[in-house]
């Protein structure tokens, strides 16, 4: 079973598995069909996270992260004056991080494939060169962005001005360029002709990215974040993601109430909710980063009992102020789119994967020649302390600009073990909000026993302590008891029309169950 966010990537995924490739094959092929049908997110000029399970229960976790540029400095996003300037994070050359995916595509098959690259790659290739049609929400997206970056991006000398449900795209450089990758892998986007485009589109327009940075990009395996919520083990990213070891500060802390009692999207359980995710992103906003240029407590983040008195501080009948929150004391001796989707092959191997250019089609720009997108992960770092970045999050030295840094991310792609035996694959874009929107849907699974196509689709809130408002998704009546009472405690509350787009599988009685998000075209294809 493949879930992800567009039907075409998700049937090239079963067609991998059909052909008796294994899950990491199919992740693999679906990255690469993303990165033609799926541009505001798919990629090949972004990066992610990957983590899996194989049948025997030994799980890998691959960082395919961007990094700064070796030229990159913490002060580069600044005026002489020390302010910074605006949009230079997320829209110039300078907001590109040093991609990460295709390294990582080919670290994953080096380990796990079973098909081989060739094979994976085709069905991208045919995509671009056969063309493809577009969905209605993919047509109004493209000309959405269109309107908005026409200043500062140069995709409309690719993608037409105006498209309209059911338009076919033809994509012929980006063909070019992933034949390149299909025929010399790794070289055939760090080194040659693309990587001379990548490295001339910087030279021209004021970017830092050189054929240096291309050489010395690697992706890492690292160890994943294993923790546990009841019964069930829980798989997910390690740094410099910040999901794994959020996610299990908030189900750790969870754990300390009876959300079953409490009942899904009751009083009691929102605000419960609501405060966890707050403690533990403050702590996100002081203490983590790229874990290559620190040493970060990460230990002493989910130890069970700092967790313990952190829960302390809240309080049943009133809310928090963001103000009167801080990141916890520690024992420091120790030591706008984005997608995910979710695999499960016949020999029970599982995968999950996010993968992102960061912003909705990265930075704009687009390779010369080379007919891809950059991301603008850059913006991911935390340009100056305690400026917001397009999430809102904040941070400080931890996560300062550095050569070669990784930024911090949210990315959680994560996979459940209940009993030894795997239980549920899930994962969602969203920045900030993907970590919270992970954790309340591993709630609705486990506590309040929904199906995983109800859990998925249930209507989701997020706080991450700075701004200090509940974003509530509108699905939550404006007017309910819920949303009344939660104004009484002190909460603010800010609605937004929809939050993330999860993709999970679940395992159940011997039987994969797909959750696909309806707030997106993604699909569940299976066979
Ligand atoms: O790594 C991160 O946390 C962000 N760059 C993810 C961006 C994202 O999820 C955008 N999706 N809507």
Redesign the pocket.
């Given at each position: 079973m493949v879930v992800s966010a567009h039907p075409l990537a998700s049937e090239i995924g079963v067609n991998i598995l059909k052909k008796g490739g294994n899950a990491a094959d199919a992740t693999i092929a679906v990255q690469f069909a993303l990165a033609v049908v799926y541009p505001s997110?798919g990629n090949i000029g972004g990066g992610g996270f990957f983590v899996y399970r194989e049948n025997n229960g030994h799980c890998s976790a691959l960082d395919f992260r961007e990094k700064a540029p070796l030229m990159a400095s913490p002060d580069m996003y600044l005026d002489s004056n020390n302010n910074v300037v605006k949009d230079l994070s997320l829209y110039s050359h300078l907001a590109v991080g040093v991609p990460g995916t295709v390294d990582g595509m080919v670290n994953i098959h080096n380990k796990y494939g079973q098909l081989p690259w060739v094979e994976l790659v085709q069905p991208a290739i045919d995509l671009a060169d056969n063309g493809f049609e577009l969905t209605k929400r993919e047509a109004d997206k493209l000309n959405r962005f269109n309107k908005r970056n026409n200043t500062n991006n140069n995709i409309s000398e690719y993608y037409k001005d105006h498209y309209l449900e059911g338009d076919s795209i033809f994509l012929p450089q980006l063909s070019t360029t992933l034949t390149q990758i299909r025929d010399f892998k790794r070289s055939g986007f760090y080194k040659g002709e693309v990587a001379q485009m990548l490295v001339n589109e910087m030279k021209i327009n004021g970017g830092m990215i050189t054929q240096e940075d291309l050489d010395s990009y690697h992706s890492i395996w690292r160890k994943p974040i294993i923790s546990y919520y009841k019964d069930y083990k829980v798989i997910s990213m390690s740094l410099p993601?910040s999901g794994g070891i959020l996610l299990t500060q908030m189900l750790k802390m969870a754990e300390h109430y009876p959300l079953r009692d409490y009942g899904f999207h009751s009083l009691k359980s929102v605000h419960v909710m609501t405060e966890i995710e707050k403690l533990s992103f403050a702590d996100r906003a002081k203490y983590l980063g790229d874990p290559d240029f620190y040493d970060f407590p990460e230990k002493s983040l989910m130890d069970s009992l700092y967790l313990l008195k952190r829960i302390n501080k809240i309080k049943m009948d009133s809310a928090l102020l963001s103000s009167d929150v801080h990141a916890g004391e520690l024992n420091l001796k120790e030591s706008?789119?984005?997608t995910h989707f979710s695999i499960v092959d016949k020999y029970g191997n599982a995968s999950s994967l996010t993968t992102?250019l960061?912003?909705?089609f990265g930075s704009g720009i687009v390779v010369g020649g080379a007919g891809f997108l950059l991301n603008n992960?850059m913006d991911?770092f935390s340009i100056q302390p305690g400026y917001p970045n397009m999430?809102g999050l904040v941070g400080g030295e931890a996560n300062s600009v550095e050569p070669s840094k990784r930024?911090l991310?949210?990315?959680t792609p994560t996979i459940l073990e209940k009993d030894g035996k795997l239980f549920m694959v899930l994962g969602t874009?969203?920045?900030?909000t993907?970590i919270t929107a992970v954790f309340q849907t591993i709630i609705n699974v486990v506590e309040y026993d929904m199906d995983i196509d109800q859990a998925v689709n249930s209507p989701r809130f997020h706080h991450q302590w700075y701004p200090d408002e509940i974003k509530m998704e509108k699905g939550i009546a404006k007017d309910s008891n819920l949303v009344l009472q939660l104004k009484a405690m002190g909460h603010q509350l800010n609605f937004v029309s929809s939050m993330n787009r999860v993709d999970a599988v679940v395992l159940k009685r011997n039987k994969l169950f797909g959750g696909a998000d309806k707030r997106g075209d993604d699909l569940v294809s299976s066979y």
């Open positions: 997110a993601s706008e789119e984005t992102t960061n912003g909705s992960e991911d999430y930024m991310s949210s990315m874009p969203g920045g900030s993907i």
